[in-house]
């Protein structure tokens, strides 16, 4: 199997987790860099069309998995670093908007729209990366077929993104959205969650008003990452993009939408077909100030300069995030490709995680 993973982000916290999970897995495994070359990394710009084909060309992937990573809307970083593997996985930037919102459009609407329509040539899965905040937070849980409503650029950007890899017939596209990431970092500042770390850990007196109104669902790299291999191992996506997916807020039932492809699915011995939008998530709720909490309770350490907030952002210079856009998960679940053939879709628990991985 071979798998091309493209990340987009500077920080490297999801990329390296897939890659070494398809490594493990024994997948082919491509890096793409936008910047660097060396050992398993090629330097890849994706805006170039030329140079992407040929390269894609050359390797022949089975799964390209398009990573979007950097999901703080507050962080204006623009995106640099690409990993291609048996999977391609790109990734994109939530808020380049405000340094770069031409480039960030390319990235997220362009760029996709470009690799779906490769994937009908070179015969790959394209896994598109999106995010939960597609949703505009109002009345959770979002299924896959739910109405987006994106608040912000980032999740509009993202929103763009879909539509664009959905909107090319006869590709094989998935779309997988995620919560917002967590795991094993060079850096705490590398992930929107690891980062409590260091205000938890911060002693000096220093006080930090933390939200503790909008809920969300941390997820942890490793395991979405080991979710990748499953999937990729299950078969290429058997599911076409009906016109529903871009227009409708109501589907009919996913048998009625893919009755010939759960007919070929049953003829290869698959369970079901890989339908055109996934949902992972874990399902604990956690505010930013909830989370902080638990990282006091594991170091043990005192929490008093962390002071909740439970208003809504406003002011000049505000970033409006979506209140609670928990991801309705069944539809992956349905998949079956727990570790055991089985629904579980293999989520760690917040606090254990993080207590063993604090103590190591």
């Avoid at 992937?61 to 979007?68: F, G, L, R, S, T």
Wanted: net charge neutral.
């Amino acid at each position: 199997m071979r798998t091309m993973i493209r990340s987009l982000i500077k920080r490297r916290v999801f990329c390296p987790a897939v890659r070494e999970a398809l490594e493990k897995a024994h997948h082919e495994v491509l890096g793409l860099s936008h910047t660097r070359s060396g050992e398993g990394l090629v330097q890849l710009d994706l805006t170039k069309r030329e140079d992407v084909e040929r390269a894609f060309e050359d390797f022949r992937p089975n799964w390209v998995i398009h990573c979007a990573a950097e999901r703080r809307p507050d962080v204006a970083e623009k995106v640099r670093y690409l990993v291609s593997a048996a999977v391609h996985l790109p990734f994109g930037s939530p808020d380049s908007f405000k340094r770069d919102p031409e480039g960030t459009r390319i990235l997220n609407a362009q760029v996709p729209e470009h690799l779906a329509s490769l994937s009908k040539k070179l015969k790959y899965t394209l896994v598109y990366i999106s995010t939960d905040y597609v949703f505009d937070g109002t009345s959770p849980p979002y299924t896959p077929s739910s109405t987006p409503n994106p608040l912000q650029l980032y999740g509009q950007s993202k929103r763009d993104g879909e539509l664009a890899v959905l909107g090319v017939a006869g590709a094989s596209v998935i779309i997988l959205r995620v919560p917002v990431l967590y795991g094993p970092a060079p850096r705490n500042s590398d992930s929107a969650i690891n980062i409590l770390l260091d205000v938890v850990q911060d002693q000096s007196g220093k006080t930090y008003k933390m939200d503790h109104y909008a809920t969300r669902y941390p997820t942890n790299v490793l395991d979405i990452a080991q979710f990748l291999v499953r999937l990729s191992e299950t078969g290429p996506a058997l599911a076409r993009t009906p016109n529903h997916y871009l227009t409708s807020a109501t589907p009919p039932s996913f048998p009625s939408i893919f009755p010939q492809s759960l007919t070929h699915a049953a003829a290869l011995g698959y369970k079901k077909p890989i339908p055109p939008i996934l949902h992972y998530s874990a399902a604990e709720p956690f505010t930013k100030y909830e989370i902080c909490l638990v990282y006091a309770k594991i170091l043990g350490l005192p929490h008093g300069h962390i002071i909740p907030d439970a208003e809504p952002p406003s002011g000049p210079g505000a970033t409006t995030r979506p209140r609670d856009c928990q991801l309705y998960t069944r539809e992956t679940e349905d998949l079956r490709v727990g570790e055991e053939g089985d629904a579980s879709l293999g989520v760690s628990l917040f606090e254990e995680w993080w207590s063993a991985y604090l103590k190591k």
